[in-house]
C-alpha cells in the first residue's frame, strides 16, 4: 500500500524535486496561495518522476509495451531509415505519453541490443506523424530470442527537453527491464516483425505489462 502512494523515484527526478520544493518554500513565503500552488507542481514532479514495479509476463511469444500511455496509431510501415531498415517491413504501434503518464521505458522482450542511436532533432507535439521523424530521439533495435529485429524509438515531446538512456550496445535484456525515460511529455514506438497485434488505437498501455503483440 505504502509503495502504491509514494512509488520510488527515477534518480533523474531528484533535482526537479529538491527545486519544486525549494520553489514551493519561496511561493510559500510570498502567500498561502501560491504556497498552495508550488505544493500542487511538487506533488505533480514528484509523481512525473515514479517508477514503479511492475509484474512482467516473462514470454518471449509476446512483445510487452515499452511505455504508459494511450495507443495512438497501428500500422505497418517500413523500418526505420536511420538505422538502414528502410526496405523491409515492419508492424509499427505507437504510444503516446501525457505529463500524467509513467515515463520510465522497458523492453518490449528479452534479446540482446545490436544498436543504439540518437538522433537531436526538434520538440513538435510527438503526437504528429513527422515527429518520427523532426524530433530528438533515440533507437534501439534489439534482437529478440527469435532472431526477429524489434526497435524501439523514443521520441522526446513539445515539452519533453531530454531523453535518458540507460542501456549499452550488445547488453542482454530480460522481458520489461528499464531502457531509460523521456523527460515531461513524449512518445514511443515499437517496430516489430513476425507477430500479430492485440492493441487498438485508443487503448491505454501499462509499461511492462500490457501485451501489445502475440507470435
Request: aromatic share 12%; glycine share 6%.
Amino acid at each position: 500500500m505504502f509503495s502504491k502512494v509514494f512509488p520510488k523515484i527515477h534518480p533523474e527526478g531528484y533535482k526537479f524535486i529538491v527545486i519544486s520544493v525549494i520553489i514551493t518554500i519561496i511561493l510559500y513565503s510570498l502567500s498561502n496561495f501560491l504556497g498552495l500552488v508550488g505544493l500542487v507542481l511538487s506533488i505533480w514532479v514528484y509523481y512525473f518522476f515514479r517508477d514503479p514495479e511492475r509484474i512482467i509476463i516473462e514470454d518471449d511469444n509476446y512483445l510487452v509495451s515499452p511505455a504508459d500511455g494511450e495507443v495512438i496509431k497501428v500500422e505497418e510501415i517500413d523500418g526505420p531509415k536511420e538505422l538502414g531498415l528502410e526496405n523491409k517491413r515492419f508492424n509499427k504501434i505507437s504510444i503516446f505519453m501525457n505529463i500524467f503518464d509513467c515515463h520510465v521505458n522497458r523492453t518490449p522482450c528479452a534479446g540482446q541490443i545490436e544498436e543504439i542511436l540518437y538522433k537531436p532533432g526538434k520538440f513538435l507535439n510527438a503526437s504528429f506523424d513527422k515527429a518520427s521523424e523532426d524530433n530528438e530521439r533515440n533507437y534501439y533495435k534489439i534482437k529478440d530470442k527469435h532472431g526477429n529485429d524489434i526497435i524501439i524509438v523514443q521520441i522526446a515531446g513539445l515539452i519533453a527537453r531530454r531523453i535518458v538512456c540507460e542501456t549499452n550496445k550488445n547488453q542482454e535484456l530480460k522481458q520489461g527491464d528499464r531502457i531509460g525515460m523521456i523527460r515531461f511529455g513524449s512518445r514511443a514506438d515499437v517496430y516489430y516483425e513476425n507477430y500479430d497485434s492485440l492493441v487498438k488505437v485508443g487503448q491505454k498501455a501499462v509499461s511492462g505489462e500490457t501485451l501489445l503483440a502475440k507470435k
